[in-house]
């Protein structure tokens, strides 16, 4: 990695320990205010209200499925970051989504006509699937190929025995002629399905980004204080409702 990379992730780090210490203070200054008010008395009706009234089916269910879904984002975001540090794409019974950078392919050139079903613009996510080493390849669809450590999605325009030549159907000339290279077969990994969601792809790059990283983190560092004060919050209304019984029974 390079220092600006290595700058940028204990920057991310700094940052998160920063916002849960915050959060946690907060969150621990408003309990021991809280707690405080409960031993003089002051939520006694409250505390005895709610915690006397059995709880709706429906609330139940949507508290187990947030945590469900809480479960199932960190989990794939977790995934998402294993994948980015090996430098490989997230598959899904040899699919993935790639999320388009750039409008090569989001018009025709005035001066060639393609297909524009199989167009898409900046922003859009885009279903690509595994192309294997014996499947043939088509003039005129489009594929996902391997420049460094970039997947580069154009359309295939001729094939010659040395090689493929793609090109971007906004672009006025070829990747051939732009670089002076056919792409080798072992670089093409990719086909476009023709499937797309427009429009978020803008929210899924900044996901991916250190900055959307670190909001995330940071997210989920209050949930997870949120959850836990919440938590010590039951103990305290509890221990005062178990005391409520208690005179209640000497009385």
């Given at each position: 990695?390079?220092?600006?990379?290595?700058?940028?992730?204990?920057?991310?780090?700094?940052?998160?320990?920063?916002?849960?210490?915050?959060?946690?203070?907060?969150?621990?200054?408003?309990?021991?205010?809280?707690?405080?008010?409960?031993?003089?008395?002051?939520?006694?009706?409250?505390?005895?209200?709610?915690?006397?009234?059995?709880?709706?089916?429906?609330?139940?269910?949507?508290?187990?499925?947030?945590?469900?879904?809480?479960?199932?984002?960190?989990?794939?975001?977790?995934?998402?970051?294993?994948?980015?540090?090996?430098?490989?794409?997230?598959?899904?019974?040899?699919?993935?989504?790639?999320?388009?950078?750039?409008?090569?392919?989001?018009?025709?050139?005035?001066?060639?006509?393609?297909?524009?079903?199989?167009?898409?613009?900046?922003?859009?996510?885009?279903?690509?699937?595994?192309?294997?080493?014996?499947?043939?390849?088509?003039?005129?669809?489009?594929?996902?190929?391997?420049?460094?450590?970039?997947?580069?999605?154009?359309?295939?325009?001729?094939?010659?025995?040395?090689?493929?030549?793609?090109?971007?159907?906004?672009?006025?000339?070829?990747?051939?002629?732009?670089?002076?290279?056919?792409?080798?077969?072992?670089?093409?990994i990719y086909h476009y399905t023709g499937r797309k969601?427009?429009?978020?792809?803008?929210?899924?790059?900044?996901?991916?980004?250190?900055?959307?990283?670190?909001?995330?983190?940071?997210?989920?560092?209050?949930?997870?204080?949120?959850?836990?004060?919440?938590?010590?919050?039951?103990?305290?209304?509890?221990?005062?409702?178990?005391?409520?019984?208690?005179?209640?029974?000497?009385?």
């Amino acid at each position: 990695m390079n220092p600006i990379t290595i700058i940028t992730i204990v920057v991310v780090i700094v940052l998160t320990i920063i916002i849960f210490v915050l959060s946690w203070a907060a969150y621990y200054y408003c309990l021991k205010a809280y707690k405080a008010e409960v031993d003089q008395g002051k939520h006694d009706k409250e505390i005895y209200a709610e915690y006397t009234a059995k709880k709706k089916k429906l609330q139940i269910l949507l508290s187990i499925f947030s945590y469900i879904l809480l479960a199932f984002v960190i989990a794939l975001f977790t995934a998402g970051i294993v994948f980015k540090v090996q430098n490989k794409d997230l598959e899904i019974d040899g699919k993935t989504i790639l999320v388009i950078k750039t409008g090569s392919m989001s018009k025709n050139y005035d001066e060639e006509i393609y297909d524009d079903s199989l167009q898409f613009n900046i922003g859009d996510i885009c279903i690509f699937e595994r192309v294997e080493q014996e499947t043939e390849l088509i003039e005129g669809e489009v594929y996902g190929y391997k420049n460094n450590n970039t997947i580069i999605t154009h359309r295939l325009i001729n094939i010659y025995s040395t090689g493929y030549e793609f090109k971007g159907d906004a672009n006025a000339i070829s990747d051939y002629k732009y670089s002076g290279k056919l792409v080798k077969r072992d670089n093409i990994i990719y086909h476009y399905t023709g499937r797309k969601i427009e429009g978020i792809g803008s929210f899924v790059l900044y996901l991916k980004s250190y900055l959307g990283i670190w909001s995330f983190i940071a997210i989920a560092s209050v949930i997870i204080n949120s959850e836990f004060a919440s938590y010590q919050f039951n103990k305290v209304n509890k221990k005062r409702l178990d005391y409520l019984r208690q005179i209640q029974y000497e009385a």
